[in-house]
């Protein structure tokens, strides 16, 4: 009797105290976002704000290019979401419906240029855009990303129309469809938590990358947030800590609320890796 | 006219051969069954005259024009799939439509349609709901709704009822006998199981091993197998196949001397090895007199009948069919007698043809009439 009321007690004891430990740095990164500049480096540090200031969003938002920064990632994480999820949705139907030589190689090589550790990348990457004369625009950037996000993508949209029966598109080619009107009826709806997820994953993966828009791109004007804002408020001699974490909150608002809406298709895509990519 | 014919058609895949020139010939109207086991090239049949499989050579046509090339949206047939293949995301009604949506149908002559079919299959209550909600028998009725709405020249089913439980199946079998003589319509049906085969169809191409055995009705596909293959593949159990020696007038097996009427053979029987076929209805068993000596080995008793195995002493097993409540016991030695209007004489090779002579041989394989 007495262990079955404990057990519960632990599990709820463990699972908060790990839901704190996690969420923390989150909790932090508001509090703080909110306190006035003179309360920040007070020891003992405060819990919650004495006085509650929006006076470090506001400096963000009109002394700063932080909307432009803000403006560049949106375009570069849609973008590239589109262009991978165009690509990925075809190329998997092609890997999965067509039979030819090589198909499998194929799939494989894919895969391996995912294991390529993305630094090896960057520098050929780099020259390439130079001599294509579109080094140092979103265009590049866009262009980046796509190479390493569509690997993945590849496989996980892949997995996914491995689990739709080859009749529907039978089916529908009988009833009358073209092979492209078969795919818009019967294979997309059925595709679509597939899309839907891989579309996350790249738009999170594009929407948090630092590495290849730090080397590919050095104007403020064509710069994404992860980039922009660091070097903006990071420098030699300073570190503007309100100001980084009033923008670190406003980074993180569309994930969260893009993860509140999709979260169950999200967690559908990790099965679907999980099982067979 | 929607007669199908296949001439000279082969298909392979890379180094496989599907088919090795087929040549068929199915009437305007007719509900034809292509049976075999599985690999047999049934399936491959049936997804060429579909479009979904295209032919390595040869030509496929339906009303006399050659379909070879013709996409499955424009060659005006409807297929039913083991799998029924409804589609997940649409209602029953809407799947019912597709087809009609398809060819452009507008909505209120596609909803009277649909009406049409749905009242034919009793799935009036069912429209709204999704193919998840149905049991396996109403998502059947669907995949035929959906095959029948727009009045193809031509139905495909493939192995439409191996997904249902045997009750279902046999009341489905009805079913459908009773849409095919409603309708008119050219069937294919492809199956592997010989029941639904000898009951729904007009003419059954038996085919094994990427070739047609035999295109026959059910009645000569049982009566007169033209060879050992179609003989051990029809009937349940099928026909027991003895080997032996013709010497003359008899039939040698274990030094017992079988009369055989030589006239009634073709002039290819000559003396030598041979293999009798004889159905289990035709082997009698007897405590004594003439006759091959054997051992019975079980005895199955169905309630109407009752199915023998007998041992040879060469240790081959022979059935036999004989009515319900004949007392046998196992070990039990017995004398068979053959009845000689049920043998049959097969050449000795693996896949001998037939060599009686009530049809002939050589005709059974390209028979259109």
Redesign the interface.
């Known amino acids: 009797m007495k262990s079955k009321m404990l057990r519960p007690l632990i599990l709820n004891l463990v699972t908060w105290s790990l839901v704190l430990l996690i969420s923390f740095p989150l909790l932090w990164m508001i509090v703080t976002s909110l306190k006035p500049q003179t309360e920040l480096f007070r020891i003992p540090p405060t819990w919650v704000p004495e006085t509650v200031t929006f006076e470090h969003y506001w400096r963000l938002l009109t002394e700063t290019p932080f909307l432009t920064f803000f403006r560049n990632s949106v375009v570069l994480a849609t973008s590239t979401t589109i262009f991978v999820v165009g690509l990925g949705t075809l190329g998997a139907y092609s890997l999965v419906r067509f039979r030819f030589r090589g198909r499998e190689t194929l799939a494989m090589l894919v895969l391996f240029t995912y294991l390529l550790p993305s630094v090896v990348l960057i520098i050929p990457l780099y020259l390439m855009m130079v001599n294509l004369g579109i080094s140092n625009t979103l265009f590049s950037l866009i262009l980046a990303h796509t190479t390493f996000a569509l690997p993945y993508a590849l496989w996980l949209l892949r997995s996914f129309m491995e689990g739709i ?1 080859d ?2 598109e ?9 092979r492209l ?1 078969a795919f818009k ?2 294979i997309f ?2 595709l679509l938590p597939g899309i839907i997820s891989t579309a996350l994953f790249t738009f999170i993966l594009s929407w948090n990358e630092y590495l290849y828009a730090l080397v590919l791109v050095n104007s403020e004007s064509v710069a994404p947030l992860t980039t922009g804002v660091m070097t903006m408020l990071i420098s030699a001699f300073n570190i503007e800590w309100s100001l980084l974490m009033a923008a670190s909150v406003m980074m993180s608002v569309p994930l969260i609320v893009v993860f509140a809406f999709l979260q169950s298709y999200l967690t559908s895509g990790f099965g679907a890796g999980g099982v067979k990519g | 006219m929607a007669n199908v014919s296949f001439t000279n058609v082969r298909k392979s895949f890379g180094d496989f051969t599907a088919l090795e020139s087929l040549d068929l010939e199915i009437h305007d109207g007719e509900f034809v069954a292509l049976l075999g086991p599985s690999g047999c090239g049934k399936s491959t049949t049936l997804r060429m005259l ?3 499989e295209f032919p390595t050579s040869g030509d496929i046509s339906i009303g006399g024009r050659v379909v070879n090339d013709l ?4 060659r005006d ?3 039913v ?3 029924y ?1 409804l ?3 649409m209602t029953v009604g809407e799947n019912i439509a ?2 009609l949506k ?2 452009g149908l507008k909505k209120p002559e596609r909803d009277e349609a649909v009406r049409r079919a749905a009242e034919l299959l009793q799935l009036e209550p069912l429209l709204n709901r999704k193919p998840k909600q149905l049991s396996g028998g109403q998502q059947q009725r669907v995949a035929l709704g ?1 095959a029948l709405v727009r009045e193809p020249r031509v139905f ?1 089913l493939d192995e439409p009822l191996s997904n249902l439980d045997a009750k279902l199946r046999s009341y489905m079998r009805a079913e459908l006998i009773e849409l095919h003589r409603r309708l008119g319509k050219t069937m294919v049906y492809v199956t592997h199981d010989q029941l639904e085969a000898m009951t729904m169809a007009d003419r059954i191409v038996v085919m094994h091993g990427g070739r047609v055995q035999q295109f026959d009705t059910p009645d000569a596909v049982y009566n007169r197998p033209a060879n050992r293959f179609v003989a051990g593949f029809i009937g349940t159990p099928p026909m027991n196949q003895i080997e032996g020696t013709v010497q003359g007038a008899t039939f040698v097996v274990n030094s017992h001397r079988q009369p055989i009427k030589r006239e009634a053979f073709a002039a290819s029987l000559v003396d030598g090895p041979a293999v009798m076929g004889v159905r289990p209805e035709f082997v009698g068993i007897h405590d004594s007199g003439d006759g091959l000596p054997a051992t019975v080995r079980l005895a199955e008793n169905t309630g109407h009948e009752t199915i023998v195995t007998l041992e040879l002493p060469d240790g081959a097993r022979i059935m036999s069919r004989v009515e319900a409540g004949r007392k046998l016991s196992v070990g039990q030695p017995v004398i068979l007698r053959f009845d000689p209007a049920g043998i049959h004489l097969f050449e000795a090779t693996e896949n001998g043809a037939r060599l009686n002579l009530d049809i002939p041989v050589a005709a059974t394989l390209s028979q259109s009439a």
Not at chain 1, 170 to 178: F, H, I, P, Q, T
Not at chain 2, 71 to 74: I, M
């Open positions: 029966p009749d529907l039978n089916a529908a080619l009988v009833d009358g469809a073209s009107g009826d019967v709806p059925q | 579909a479009g979904l996409a499955p949206g424009k047939i409807a297929m799939f083991q799998s293949a589609y997940p995301h597709y087809p398809k060819r959906r495909l």
